[in-house]
Structure formats: structure tokens, C-alpha cells
């Protein structure tokens, strides 16, 4: 399977725990994106990647959110200290610039925070 | 506002009915637009994108309307198939490419 991966496919933590999902893009796809989507909502945008440089951030990243690309393939997102509004889908996209530019997302982590 | 703003439905039509769908824009230097598909549970899809002269897909016909800000899909022919949620969705005016997407409008075709 070519298509964007993101591990693991559910997580359940307790509040106050840290997490981190992986997110492999498409393979030669240079840009990568999160978005967190809650039910009822479309996805929402955290963060994008063009290689290993993130270039932009969203408000909603607050400072418990960090996610490294760091050789320019896979990305991960740790979340700190979680709390329950953290519980989500969280989405990778990714696209490759240039090429249209569209972006294929993966089948998502849903993180549940009790 | 939001940014993107859709009716969520849902809308339930007998199958081979015809369906629209619109949903309207505030950002009006947008420069790309999409309509996502969403399955239950499942990560969105790109449908197809949406341009000024608009265009069609099979039983799927877009349109953008840039002066009044919103862009539609209409659905001909329905398919059990097509039950979903339908995102509208713009990219970016930036580098980024970044989507915004709006909350959908969930379609369920029945029999």
C-alpha cells in the first residue's frame, strides 16, 4: 500500500499522559500536514512540513503540541499533558508541491483522553 | 463566520434522485477549491475541485460562483454508494496550500 499511514489507529490515554502518533507520507510527497477533526466538524489544520522545515503552525497548536519531520519523511505529533478537549481524529495529509498539489490524507489516530 | 459554512443536513433522498448541495465562503481571495468525500469513520477523499467554468465527473457536476462566494455540487442519479458526508473545502491563498474545510453536509441515499 502506497497511501499515507498513521500509527497507531486509536489510542486511549488518561488525562495528564503524554502521546505521540508517526504519520509516514506518500513517498515522494515533500509537504506534510496535520488537522485534528472532532465529531460533527470538518478537519481542522495544525501544522504543515515542506521537507524536514515546519512552516507554519496553527493557533490551535498550543505549546503541549510538538511535531518534528526531521529528515524529511515521516512526521510525528506529541501531545503533553493531554487533556480531554484533546480528544480527536487527528489526520495526516500529504502532497507533493508542484505536483497539483493535493492532498491524500491517512485513515487518522483517534485519541480518546478519559 | 466561518470561514466555510455548509447546511449539515442530513439529507435523505430516494436512490436516483438528484441532490445539490451548496456552501458559501467569506474569504473572498480564496484561489482553490474542493469538495471532499467522507465515509463514516474514514479519513476524507477528494471528490474533485471546483473551477470558475465548472466542471463535471460522471453523475457529479461542480460550481464555483467567485461573485457570490459560494460553490455547489450537484449529484445525479443517486447511488446507495454515495451515503457520505460531503466537505466543501478552499486551499489556501498562501505557500502552505493549507485547507479549510467546512463542517459538511451529510447525504444518505436510501432505497
Known amino acids: 500500500d502506497t497511501g499515507v499511514s498513521q500509527n497507531p489507529r486509536h489510542k486511549i490515554t488518561k488525562r495528564g499522559q503524554n502521546v505521540t502518533f508517526r504519520c509516514d507520507p506518500i513517498s515522494e510527497h515533500n509537504r506534510l500536514y496535520w488537522y485534528r477533526q472532532t465529531l460533527g466538524q470538518g478537519p481542522e489544520f495544525l501544522t504543515y512540513f515542506q521537507n524536514e522545515a515546519q512552516l507554519e503552525k496553527s493557533r490551535l497548536l498550543s505549546d503541549r503540541f510538538s511535531a518534528e519531520r526531521p529528515k524529511g519523511s515521516f512526521s510525528t505529533l506529541e501531545i503533553q499533558r493531554t487533556e480531554q478537549g484533546d480528544s480527536a481524529m487527528y489526520l495526516c495529509a500529504s502532497s507533493l508541491a508542484g505536483g497539483g498539489d493535493t492532498q491524500y490524507f491517512g485513515p487518522g489516530t483517534r485519541l480518546t483522553v478519559l | 463566520r466561518k470561514e466555510v459554512e455548509q447546511d449539515p443536513g442530513p439529507f435523505n433522498v430516494p436512490e436516483g434522485a438528484t441532490v445539490a448541495f451548496n456552501c458559501t465562503y467569506s474569504?473572498?481571495?480564496?484561489?482553490?477549491f474542493f469538495w471532499y468525500r467522507q465515509d463514516c469513520r474514514k479519513e476524507p477523499k477528494l471528490l474533485m475541485s471546483v473551477y470558475s467554468s465548472g466542471n463535471e465527473d460522471g453523475r457529479f457536476t461542480a460550481q464555483l460562483n467567485r461573485a457570490s462566494q459560494y460553490i455547489s455540487l450537484l449529484i445525479r442519479d443517486s447511488k446507495l454508494s454515495d451515503s457520505a458526508t460531503y466537505l466543501c473545502v478552499l486551499g489556501d491563498t498562501g505557500t502552505a496550500s493549507k485547507l479549510t474545510f467546512g463542517t459538511g453536509t451529510r447525504l444518505q441515499v436510501t432505497l
Open positions: 474569504n473572498s481571495a480564496s484561489q482553490s
